[in-house]
Every structure is written in structure tokens, then in C-alpha cells.
């Protein structure tokens, strides 16, 4: 079975402060880990993956999120946040070791950037 | 232009008719899916598929059917709908490979009244 927590519902922060959006994850074999972004009234859209690799990921936005096996983790990190930022934002798991291609999505944070 | 559309954007029904959603994608993408967004609960996968006439159930698939006799449309029927199902529905696809993303639509929000 995979899963993924997204222990906090909102996220506040002010213009220009890091944004740190908490993700973990539970699953039997190594995990495949996503992060995507909703805007109100459109489809997710991407932002970065890790597979294997070095731990910190960068990705689209100047987003990047840190791997941490021991603690089952996957952070969504952005070093000054930017009021356009302000959206969903969901964390996804696939199990490497799993037989088919579904992805299983957190219940999402709501990031409010202040300006 | 390229990528993947729903049709409609937006539905509203009554209890008890049959509704379609259309998914189309334009990248032969081989994998192809269907989810629901309620508040509180994410994303649900409803059903997904590996190929044309290759579909499985996901997570919350009662009350739908899915049929994939081309590869780039993937078509979301509810035979009878609830208010249960008032919701977003979103379709996804993806590339051949456990390591690649899904690419989303911008999906279709129905009501049933």
C-alpha cells in the first residue's frame, strides 16, 4: 500500500520569506515522489520529482524539495516566496517496486502568500 | 494544439441521468486516467488505463464505467448519477514508465442536483 500525508491544511507566509510545504510518505518499496500545483479553476500542473539520486531536487518556479529517507519525507522548499504562489499544492507517492502506474496524492495545502 | 482537453468544463444534471466526460490527448500518451477532487480528500483515482481496451479500477470506482477504444480519448461515464458525485473530475495522462509524470487536464466540474 502507498500513501501520502499533508500534515498542515494552510500555509501562511509573507512576501519574500522562505515557503516550506511539508510532505511524507509511506510506502512498501522505494518511492517515486511528486509535487504539483493547482491554480484556482485549472488542471495540476507539474512542478518536480524525485526518482533516485541526489536528495534535493530542483524544479519549475524556483521550487525544490528535499528527499529524506529516514524520515520519510519530501518538502516542498522555496527560498522567497512570491504572491503568485498562492495556490494548492499536492504531494503524490508511486511505489517503484508496485506493478502498475497509480499515483497516490495527499489532500493537498493551501499556500497564502502575504504581500 | 497539442495536449490534453475535457469536454464539458462545466455539467449540471439531475439524479438519475447518464453523463459522459470526454478526455482527449493529443500526445499517445499510453496511460490515461480519471480522478475526482472532493475537499478534504485530495485527488481520488476512478478508474485508469494502460492501453487502448486495457482499463482497471482505481479507488473509488462505483457508479462509473470507462471505456478506451482509441488510444487518445478516454471517455468517464456515470450510468445513473448521484449527488454523491457532484465533484471536479480531472484526467491525466502519462508516458509508459512508472518514473514519469501525469499530465493533467483542466477538468470538468459537474453538479447533480
Known amino acids: 500500500a502507498q500513501s501520502v500525508a499533508q500534515p498542515e491544511d494552510q500555509v501562511n507566509v509573507a512576501e519574500g520569506n522562505p515557503l516550506t510545504v511539508k510532505c511524507t510518505y509511506s510506502v512498501s518499496g522505494n518511492p517515486y515522489l511528486f509535487w504539483y500545483v493547482q491554480y484556482p479553476n485549472r488542471g495540476l500542473q507539474f512542478l518536480l520529482k524525485?526518482?533516485?539520486?541526489?536528495?534535493l531536487v530542483k524544479g519549475s518556479y524556483g521550487f525544490e524539495a528535499e528527499f529524506n529517507k529516514s524520515q520519510t519525507s519530501f518538502h516542498l522548499k522555496k527560498p522567497s516566496a512570491l504572491v503568485s504562489d498562492s495556490a494548492l499544492y499536492f504531494c503524490a507517492v508511486r511505489d517503484a517496486w508496485g506493478n502498475d502506474y497509480k499515483l497516490s496524492f495527499g489532500a493537498g495545502t493551501t499556500v497564502t502568500v502575504r504581500a | 494544439d497539442a495536449g490534453i482537453t475535457q469536454s464539458p468544463r462545466y455539467k449540471i444534471t439531475e439524479t438519475g441521468r447518464q453523463v459522459t466526460l470526454m478526455c482527449h490527448q493529443t500526445?499517445?500518451?499510453?496511460?490515461m486516467f480519471w480522478y475526482r477532487q472532493d475537499l478534504g480528500h485530495g485527488l481520488r483515482l476512478i478508474y485508469y488505463s494502460a492501453a487502448a481496451d486495457i482499463t482497471d479500477k482505481g479507488e473509488v470506482p462505483d457508479g462509473y464505467v470507462v471505456s478506451r477504444s482509441k488510444t487518445e480519448n478516454f471517455p468517464l461515464t456515470l450510468e445513473s448519477a448521484t449527488r454523491s458525485q457532484t465533484s471536479v473530475y480531472f484526467c491525466a495522462s502519462s508516458w509508459t514508465g512508472s518514473r514519469n509524470e501525469q499530465f493533467f487536464g483542466p477538468g470538468t466540474r459537474l453538479t447533480v442536483l
Open positions: 500526445w499517445s500518451h499510453s496511460y
Open positions: 524525485y526518482i533516485t539520486g541526489d536528495n
